[in-house]
């Protein structure tokens, strides 16, 4: 039919009452339909069979749609926030909510960026977009909007103040994957953000943590994965991938779609899941139990800051130091009862708080729901020492005095690490002390 009647007007309403006499009238408004005839021109009762067609195919298409958000829901990783709680900021007023929050001792905070895609021009592309993500909420950066406002008002240094404040600060754990890569970008967009890797303090780049997780089985190994870098992680660690469908699209553009803005929340937040997930149990994920000394600080000085350790102090296991020695002398502590030692244990190390209570010491233990940070406030606020392990000791051991905080393997028995920190901190234990605090 199309062949014959071409472009033809008059020949295609021709046929379309041909069809509706020797047809039926659904068949004549699929044909009207394709035509794109104007509905004036239509014999009677293929104009209302055409509407009923327009608004049954707008149903198909909206639960095809639904169906495809529920298969995406069940397939990929899900933001476990509202919607409310993913703030999109571009003017200054708007930032100062998510500094306040934001730049708090003992945050964690995980930090992503994205720009439009290069497809291989030569040159460091622009960040267009930060995402800094915290446990109850993300916040949405505007880079080109905010720098374009401090411009104009002459404060250029305004917006790379805080965010160099906020790499810089030790006592914010700081997430990322690839975030060297994140701040060589940041730089090309602005010079003054040129320093910001050479000054970041208390970062976990989960890229290496990536390198160091044993994903596969032995019966995977030599297959083809299809999903890679953090979607990879991802699926491993909270498994699900990540949807990556919006990383190349252009993110330079405004406004923002609603797919891009929840892709952008949804790459910043899962790092606080990974980084959670890996922290409570390293051992299953074929990982050292105390991952903090290679994991955070400032990778580009690690090595000569090595060196000049070697030559003037030498660091023990609780970080307390001995100074003067080129070897590791111990610096031991007066004995102690355990009654005179008190502690607060981490949630992973909860079978270490029972044992070291059959012995005597006065031990508080985190639940498993409780937030890490919870046991540097139970140790200010009680004088006690706080056990833990892995990269929480990071972000724990900045919030209390030194030597207050102390990493035990976790990959070891109860008894074992009971024995590690009874030797550290040479607290003494008579037949007296078993079980005296569990009469």
């Known amino acids: 039919f199309q062949s ?9 309403g021709h046929l379309v009452q041909l069809l509706l006499s020797y047809c039926d009238l659904n068949t004549a408004a699929r044909w009207a339909q394709r035509f794109s005839l ?10 209302d069979e055409l509407q009923k067609l327009q608004l049954q195919e707008r149903v198909e298409e909206a639960t095809k749609a639904d169906n495809y958000e529920e298969s995406k829901k069940k397939d990929y990783y899900q933001l476990p926030i509202p919607r409310a709680n993913i703030h999109f900021l571009q003017t200054w007023e708007e930032t100062l909510q998510c500094w306040e929050k934001v730049l708090q001792p003992g945050q964690v905070v995980g930090i992503d960026m994205e720009w439009r895609p290069s497809f291989g021009v030569v040159g460091k592309p622009r960040v267009s977009l930060i995402q800094i993500a915290l446990k109850d909420g993300v916040f949405l950066l505007d880079l080109p909007r905010l720098l374009e406002q401090a411009e104009a008002e002459g404060e250029k240094e305004k917006l790379p103040h805080f965010i160099q404040r906020l790499y810089s600060d030790a006592a914010i754990t700081k997430l ?7 701040l060589n970008s940041l730089a090309a967009t602005w010079s003054a953000f040129r320093d910001t890797d050479k000054q970041a303090r208390g ?3 989960l890229l290496t943590v990536d390198k160091q997780v044993d994903m596969l ?6 297959f083809r994965q299809p999903e890679k870098g953090l979607s990879l992680l991802v699926q491993h660690v909270l498994g699900k991938p990540l949807d990556k469908t919006e990383q190349l699209s252009n993110w330079e553009k405004r406004p923002l779609r609603e797919e891009q803005i929840l892709y952008a929340a949804s790459d910043a937040y899962c790092l606080l899941e990974v980084y959670e997930k890996l922290c409570k149990d390293p051992a299953s994920f074929g990982l050292s139990s105390d991952l903090t000394e290679s994991l955070v600080g400032k990778p580009s000085v690690k090595h000569r800051a090595k060196k000049q350790l070697n030559k003037q102090e030498v660091p023990s296991p609780s970080g307390q130091q001995c100074k003067g020695s080129q070897k590791e002398t111990p610096c031991p502590p007066a004995p102690i009862s355990p009654k ?3 502690v607060v244990c981490d949630n992973m190390l909860q079978g270490l708080g029972r044992y070291l209570r059959c012995l005597g010491v006065d031990v508080r233990m ?15 606020q009680e004088g006690r020492v706080i056990l833990t392990s892995g990269l929480p000791y990071q972000t724990l051991q900045s919030q209390v005095a030194e030597g207050r905080c102390f990493s035990v393997n976790c990959s070891e ?23 005296s605090r569990c009469q």
Do not use: C
Request: hydrophobic share 35%; proline share 4%.
């Open 366 to 380: 985190l639940e498993n729901e409780d937030d890490h940070r919870k046991a540097a406030e139970i140790a200010r």
């Open 340 to 342: 005179e030692f008190s």
């Open 413 to 435: 028995k109860a008894k074992e690490q009971a024995l590690q920190v009874l030797k550290h901190f040479n607290v003494q234990v008579s037949l007296a002390d078993i079980f």
């Open 176 to 182: 990322g994957y690839g975030m060297s890569g994140d």
């Open 4 to 12: 014959t009647v071409g472009e033809n007007r008059w020949l295609q």
């Open 217 to 222: 089985s032995p019966e995977d190994r030599g």
């Open 203 to 205: 970062v976990v780049d």
């Open 38 to 47: 104007p509905r004036e021109t239509l014999p009677y009762g293929v104009a």
